[in-house]
């Protein structure tokens, strides 16, 4: 295994350092499973950036600048962009794809904003994504419709909906519930431009409204919502709200690994 390691681009092998992925890198469905998992056990998702107005950029040397070298976070766009990059890097059949975004929509139908991943791996496709800050699929869900996926206390399903293609559905209380949906054209990094541009931009975007931050943890979750720290373990969950800006500061790096010079939210 050090012997392929050593033989990666030094880029490669940074990140998956910064997951702490230690399997093997071959182009099996559990090896994939295992880096879609220890990706959202590392990197947050986060919407920072775009809270203190800095433009976001979705060219790879950019975002592997932020995201491996910087140590921070990222959302969809940013996140399932460099991690469709590591893919494909390791040997993965990767098509980028744009989906809508079903759960807790107050206007049905959504608009498209959101970059999830369709990924080959041992004769089959999987659908990918590390770039949700909400509770998601922990490993990649086979594109086969009605399969259900059961993760820990959380169940998946892929079903075929007649105007919007493949929905994604969650287990919730005993009924399936819509999380999003995506249709197989496949999408060109430019595509992608125009929704990110929304998403920092929009007066309506959610984006823009208050700071977002989760990442899964071996004990359950942490998240941020506006200045409320939530630290989830097993049926038990904390809160608080630091008090000054160096106390939200080293709440981040203590909770998710982001040091920013400056916080504005």
Known sequence: MNECRNKMKPEVRAYLERIEYEGPVDVSAAALADLQECHLHAVPYENLDILRRVPLSLHIPDLFDKIVVRRRGGYCFELNALFGWLLRELGYPVTDLMSRF??????????RRHHVLKVEAGGAFYLCDVGVGGIVPRQPIQMAEGLEHQQGEECYRLVRDPEYGWMLCELKRGEWCQLYSFTEEPQLAKDFIMATYWCENAPDSI??????????????????????????????????????????????????GISLNEITV
């Open 102 to 111: 079903w759960r807790d929509e107050p206007n049905p139908p959504p608009k």
């Open 207 to 256: 984006f823009i409204q208050d700071a977002m931050v989760a990442i899964r943890t071996r004990e359950g979750r942490s998240t941020v919502a506006g200045r409320e720290f939530r630290i989830y373990a097993s049926d038990q969950v904390s809160t608080f709200i630091p008090q000054t800006e160096a106390e939200y500061e080293e709440a981040l790096r203590s909770y998710f």
